[in-house]
């Protein structure tokens, strides 16, 4: 298992800030899972400033997409999806439990449960404190990462 910094997750992903949401991935075993982490959701308040005034969370939406570049590292670190894309194909089963706010530390972890040619099934969730988040199945095809994000 490998921890991997923000540089390294840029080496894998195309993804920068200010739509990059992971501060780190703890750990990391390439083709079947990979936990991350965001340190405290108060540094991504300047994206969601209007959900809501007064009491802000974190958008369920982001959250997802903080999930799927976690099994993004998981599914395109090595092999050959290294260097390519994954595209998001589809959302199941999704449930929020309880909403990410500043403050709060969230655990990310994605497992690979399914990996057939180019298309594959991630089982994701998302807590804090132990307390569950978020959970569901992101559904993503791995596609040729296109010339202009030098491919």
């Excluded at 290294?82 to 530390?105: C, E, I, V």
């Amino acid at each position: 298992m490998s921890t991997l910094d923000q540089d390294a997750i840029q080496a894998i992903l195309p993804h920068r800030k200010p739509f990059l949401f992971l501060d780190r991935i703890e750990e990391v075993e390439y083709g079947q899972r990979a936990v991350g982490v965001i340190d405290d959701v108060a540094d991504y308040t300047d994206r969601f400033q209007g959900h809501f005034p007064g009491y802000p969370i974190m958008p369920g939406a982001l959250l997802v997409e903080a999930l799927a570049e976690v099994g993004g590292v998981a599914a395109l670190g090595q092999g050959a999806h290294q260097g390519k894309l994954a595209f998001l194909a589809g959302l199941d089963s999704w449930r929020f439990r309880n909403p990410a706010r500043p403050g709060m530390a969230v655990r990310l972890e994605a497992e690979l449960v399914r990996m057939r040619g180019r298309f594959g099934i991630g089982r994701c969730k998302a807590t804090s404190d132990g307390e569950l988040l978020a959970e569901g199945e992101i559904r993503f095809v791995i596609v040729d990462r296109p010339a202009e994000l030098g491919g």
